[in-house]
């Protein structure tokens, strides 16, 4: 009990959230281009169930569900982040954009055919189940496709590849330990500050969620053409909207900062049109 209220203390965690949230509202552009994008998605699918699955004659292939699947989780993943960030805790979305991350890269590499969906999962269609062979396969196309997109053998320059390695560097330093999270009580550790609790709106940590939501988003954006089927490709209009859209998300993208490091847009530009290499006539390959 606190001034008469049940549970009435934690009304400080709740407006420390509230003021958080107002604090995040003046990055106006980055929001608008986040629920352009949901939307876009939320159009996407509906039209894919009404136009596309319905004019569609022929089997599709094994592998075409488990792409939308992918792409369906990756979309929810990046919706929670969104969630999370905008309530003051945008360093814990930030770790699970490293999943998001990997994820969109993988499924990537599979529409390409620099891997498959089985192996992504490290099974073996008709064979057994072993947990260690699974684990196994799956940390060995990880690593194979690491090399292929993002490694010595994706032929990126030099320049962002070192700067791939430099933000899978900052993602460990949070992913594994909150190293990130735990330099913001350096006050307490001084004696120089109280103990933060509740969240506390600083932009170097909100800019760490929101650049790397809006590379994330611009990558799974760019599969999104290959939930056509060949046979049956998604309504003109839907293409127009794609193509407009794909020009808006690379114009944030380039305008991006890290750090006063505006060379961070330009790599991650490189690496998204290089390695997304899909447009909107784009279908499923397989």
């Given at each position: 009990?606190?001034?008469?209220i049940?549970?009435?203390?934690?009304?400080?965690?709740?407006?420390?959230?509230?003021?958080f949230?107002?604090?995040?509202?003046?990055?106006?552009?980055?929001?608008?281009?986040a629920?352009?994008?949901?939307?876009?998605?939320?159009?996407?699918?509906?039209?894919?169930?009404?136009h596309?699955?319905?004019r569609?004659?022929?089997?599709?292939?094994?592998?075409?569900?488990?792409?939308?699947?992918?792409?369906?989780?990756g979309f929810?993943?990046?919706v929670?982040?969104?969630?999370v960030?905008?309530?003051?805790y945008?360093?814990?979305?930030?770790?699970?954009?490293?999943?998001?991350f990997d994820?969109?890269?993988?499924?990537?590499?599979?529409?390409q055919?620099?891997t498959?969906?089985?192996?992504?999962?490290?099974?073996?269609?008709?064979g057994?189940?072993?947990?260690?062979?699974?684990?196994?396969?799956r940390?060995?196309?990880?690593?194979?496709?690491?090399?292929?997109?993002?490694?010595?053998?994706s032929?990126?320059t030099?320049?962002?590849?070192?700067?791939?390695?430099?933000?899978?560097t900052?993602?460990d330093?949070?992913?594994?330990?909150?190293?990130?999270?735990?330099?913001?009580?350096?006050g307490?550790?001084r004696?120089?500050?109280?103990l933060?609790i509740?969240?506390?709106?600083?932009k170097?940590?909100?800019?760490?969620?929101?650049?790397r939501?809006?590379?994330?988003?611009?990558?799974?954006?760019?599969?999104?053409?290959?939930?056509q089927?060949?046979q049956?490709?998604?309504p003109?209009?839907?293409?127009?909207?794609?193509?407009?859209?794909?020009?808006?998300?690379?114009?944030?993208?380039?305008?991006?900062?890290?750090e006063?490091?505006?060379?961070?847009?330009r790599?991650?530009?490189?690496?998204v049109?290089?390695?997304?290499?899909?447009?909107?006539?784009?279908s499923?390959?397989?």
């Amino acid at each position: 009990m606190d001034r008469g209220i049940v549970f009435g203390r934690l009304q400080t965690i709740a407006d420390a959230e509230e003021d958080f949230r107002r604090r995040v509202d003046e990055f106006a552009g980055f929001h608008a281009l986040a629920d352009a994008f949901k939307c876009f998605y939320l159009e996407t699918v509906e039209s894919i169930n009404t136009h596309c699955r319905p004019r569609v004659e022929t089997a599709l292939s094994e592998f075409f569900p488990i792409f939308v699947a992918r792409i369906n989780t990756g979309f929810q993943s990046l919706v929670a982040c969104e969630r999370v960030a905008k309530r003051g805790y945008p360093l814990h979305a930030y770790t699970i954009h490293r999943n998001n991350f990997d994820s969109v890269v993988l499924t990537a590499a599979a529409l390409q055919g620099h891997t498959d969906f089985y192996a992504i999962e490290g099974v073996v269609p008709g064979g057994g189940v072993d947990p260690d062979a699974v684990k196994k396969r799956r940390k060995e196309t990880e690593f194979a496709v690491r090399r292929l997109m993002v490694g010595q053998e994706s032929g990126l320059t030099p320049e962002t590849i070192e700067r791939l390695q430099l933000m899978d560097t900052v993602f460990d330093l949070e992913v594994h330990g909150a190293r990130l999270s735990f330099a913001g009580a350096s006050g307490w550790l001084r004696g120089a500050e109280p103990l933060s609790i509740v969240p506390k709106f600083h932009k170097r940590n909100f800019a760490l969620h929101m650049n790397r939501y809006v590379e994330i988003a611009w990558m799974y954006f760019r599969l999104l053409p290959a939930m056509q089927p060949a046979q049956v490709p998604l309504p003109g209009d839907w293409q127009v909207k794609w193509k407009s859209l794909d020009e808006l998300f690379e114009m944030m993208v380039a305008a991006l900062d890290e750090e006063g490091d505006r060379n961070i847009g330009r790599t991650m530009v490189e690496f998204v049109q290089r390695k997304f290499p899909f447009s909107e006539k784009s279908s499923f390959p397989f």
